[in-house]
């Protein structure tokens, strides 16, 4: 069964210098996961992993300019 037969979410996490990294996932803690596969250990600390928001595809434009 492929991972996708359930809904992700895209999120939007707050970094400690003001930008926003995005990720998706089912919930905050499986896109943290997800992240985690992605970035070094120097990047995740970054991350305020309780200062989130979820936001859809057609926000994401909204958005762009904070992305770090």
Same mark, same amino acid.
């Given at each position: 069964? !492929?991972?996708?037969?359930?809904?992700? #979410?895209? #999120?939007?996490?707050?970094?400690?210098?003001?930008?926003?990294?995005?990720?998706?996932?089912? !919930?905050?803690?499986?896109?943290?996961?997800?992240? +985690?596969?992605?970035?070094?250990?120097?990047?995740?600390?970054?991350?305020?992993?309780? +200062?989130?928001?979820?936001?859809?595809?057609?926000?994401?434009?909204? #958005?762009?300019?904070?992305?770090?």
């Amino acid at each position: 069964m !492929s991972s996708f037969s359930n809904p992700h #979410y895209m #999120y939007l996490f707050d970094l400690k210098n003001g930008k926003q990294k995005l990720a998706y996932g089912e !919930s905050p803690e499986d896109a943290l996961r997800i992240l +985690r596969v992605r970035l070094s250990e120097a990047e995740m600390a970054e991350i305020l992993v309780d +200062r989130f928001i979820k936001i859809n595809q057609r926000q994401l434009h909204d #958005y762009v300019h904070n992305l770090g």
